[in-house]
């Protein structure tokens, strides 16, 4: 046994002590502005910032009870999350199986046989007889020059990049719900809009025709102001089929069947109120909350030490083997005294006779760890240029939302002074059919604005990757990640 136990304890020893072949990885450096060129000035005239968009459920700053209910529904049931969650489990399940090759694989067998030989190769001894065999055997690569360790931190990568792929799709996902919610109140509220307006119109078409039946209009008259009355309710029929298409789509981002939450959500509410203030950090704040950020990172470590995986290969690869047992000719001979047999090797295996074609798989690794970088270095590209969007977009819709809102205020007033005048005599029909399609046309292009505006602060916060959710999907990744 001590012949078995001083070259097994050498061995380990050189194996610890052994550095891991390949580039070490270390995160890409790369050149960011100080602050974004879009970004806002706080306002002081109003209350202190809001709390950075990275801490918090940023589906929360809308005041909307229903607009958070749905938005933690999809989180927690949401079957893309589910598949997401799916891959990585799959991923951490592989990496659990990568940690296995620190240890010996020990297996067990068993064999029982007869055999009838030749008569010309017995030699005098008996042609038939049985043999029967119990045993383990155990082999353990000694990772000498890392390949174990390099393979183990690829896979451990990959694994971190299948949880920032999930995190990704939590905040696509709240942020979908949140869009595909605030585009709905925004329909409802055109469509309120429309229905008002039409109101306004077959007042002044039963004004007009009453004229006619005293003597005092015109069939022109009629016509025109029935004209405008049917344009403005063709509108309905687009606004009803494009508020149904947003129901179904919220009750399948919450996992469950398109018509689920029609009756929930056909009762008109009003559209959330826009965040006054948004703090969206710094671009070098954005590389490190960024889960697709963190996920190119990851891809490009997996990527690295798969070039130490192949390097490995140039290098001989030793294994430990050994195997205990028992052999009998019968069973009732196992495990007696003279029937053990026993089994301590070295195993070596060195690609050096075929180095053309480890040599190939090396550059083909470091090939795709070239291009894991550029892919890093594109995604954070692709990162600054959608916040720098984000923040463009949501200065200006707000805006935007100020002249509208003044538009749609005078053009209401417009209207009322000319169905007073036209009722007077003073003005002709014309004119207050004029004003009556301008409030229309100012009142709905507020409201497509504000929609404009909320869903340019919920994608603002998908930028930031703000609101990290806290849900089911996220607390699995958390605890699988300490196992």
Request: aromatic share 6%; net charge negative.
């Amino acid at each position: 046994m001590t012949k078995l136990i001083r070259p097994l304890a050498a061995a380990i020893t050189l194996a610890l002590a052994a550095c891991a072949v390949g580039p070490n990885f270390h995160q890409p450096k790369m050149a960011l502005p100080a602050q974004y060129a879009h970004q806002a000035e706080p306002d002081s005239s109003t209350s202190a910032m809001l709390p950075d968009p990275a801490d918090a459920e940023f589906w929360q700053s809308f005041g909307d009870p229903q607009l958070s209910a749905l938005v933690s529904q999809a989180l927690d049931a949401n079957k893309d999350l589910r598949v997401s969650l799916a891959h990585y489990d799959s991923a951490n399940a592989l990496l659990r199986e990568a940690k296995f090759d620190y240890v010996p694989t020990i297996t067990a067998s068993a064999l029982g046989g007869h055999e009838e030989v030749s008569q010309a190769l017995s030699y005098g001894y008996p042609r038939s007889y049985h043999d029967y065999s119990v045993g383990a055997n155990a082999s353990w690569e000694l990772d000498l020059f890392g390949r174990v360790r390099r393979s183990v931190e690829a896979q451990r990568a990959q694994t971190a990049a299948s949880a920032e792929d999930l995190a990704a799709l939590q905040v696509a996902i709240a942020g979908e719900t949140a869009r595909t919610y605030i585009q709905l109140r925004g329909l409802q509220e055109r469509l309120r809009i429309t229905r008002e307006n039409l109101a306004n119109q077959t007042e002044t078409l039963q004004l007009v025709e009453a004229s006619l039946d005293a003597g005092r209009g015109t069939t022109f008259d009629t016509a025109r102001a029935r004209a405008q009355c049917e344009t403005t309710a063709s509108q309905i029929p687009s606004l009803e089929a494009q508020i149904a298409v947003a129901e179904h789509r919220l009750a399948v981002l919450t996992g469950r069947p398109p018509e689920a939450l029609i009756a929930e959500l056909d009762p008109a509410k009003p559209l959330p109120a826009v965040p006054m203030q948004v703090d969206p950090g710094t671009p070098a704040d954005l590389l490190r909350r960024r889960p697709d950020i963190a996920a190119a990172e990851a891809r490009l470590h997996a990527a690295t030490a798969q070039v130490g995986v192949a390097t490995a290969d140039l290098f001989p690869r030793v294994t430990l083997l050994g195997a205990l047992g028992t052999q009998a000719i019968t069973t009732g001979g196992l495990f007696q005294s003279g029937s053990q047999t026993s089994l301590a090797a070295f195993g070596i295996d060195w690609s050096f006779l075929d180095v053309g074609r480890v040599r190939a798989r090396l550059a083909a690794s470091r090939a795709d760890a070239a291009g894991m970088l550029a892919q890093y270095q594109q995604t954070v590209l692709l990162a600054l240029e959608d916040t720098e969007n984000a923040l463009v977009r949501y200065a200006k819709t707000r805006n935007e939302d100020e002249q509208l809102e003044r538009a749609a205020r005078d053009s209401e007033q417009a209207a009322a002074l000319a169905r007073t005048r036209y009722r007077a005599g003073a003005i002709d029909l014309y004119e207050v059919l004029d004003a009556e399609r301008n409030v229309l046309i100012a009142q709905d292009a507020f409201a497509d604005s504000r929609t404009r505006s909320a869903t340019a602060a919920v994608a603002l916060y998908q930028s930031l990757a703000g609101g990290w959710p806290q849900h089911d999907v996220a607390q699995h990744v958390a605890s699988t990640t300490k196992e």
